[in-house]
């Protein structure tokens, strides 16, 4: 079993950068795959990025490759998300989901490979 917490989110300015946390419990948190999601008012939950168990293999969706970056410190229990150049479309809830496969070299893209999920935080940039 894994909780998931959230943190970092906020009301921003376009242009502007934030970066995202997902605290994770358990001693089991450095053998999952890590991925962050995010919903909008009336839209599905949508990938977003995702990283493997090490760290070595991440995946992105294409709308954002080059302006989010995830990265975890397994030390810490913690993924993150660094969101630069925010646009107003980026406004969503923004969750972080942990895949339980150990180990897995693939990062998965779909909302149903996750069995974990935080309760969210919310991104707002105003234009």
């Known amino acids: 079993q894994v909780q998931l917490v959230e943190s970092g989110g906020g009301l921003v300015q376009a242009g502007d950068s934030l970066r995202l946390s997902c605290a994770a419990s358990?001693?089991?948190?450095?053998?999952?795959?890590m991925g962050w999601f995010r919903q909008a008012p009336g839209k599905d939950r949508a990938f977003i990025a995702g990283i493997s168990w090490g760290g070595g293999v991440t995946a992105y969706a294409d709308s954002m490759k080059g302006r989010f970056t995830i990265s975890r410190d397994n030390a810490k229990n913690t993924v993150y998300l660094q969101m630069n150049t925010l646009k107003p479309e980026d406004t969503a809830v923004y969750y972080c989901?942990?895949?339980?496969?150990?180990?897995?070299?693939?990062?998965?893209?779909?909302?149903?490979?996750?069995?974990?999920w935080g309760q969210g935080t919310q991104v707002t940039v105003s234009s």
């Open positions: 989901g942990a895949d339980s496969r150990p180990l897995a070299s693939i990062v998965r893209r779909t909302v149903g490979a996750y069995d974990y």
């Open positions: 358990g001693r089991t948190f450095s053998t999952y795959t």
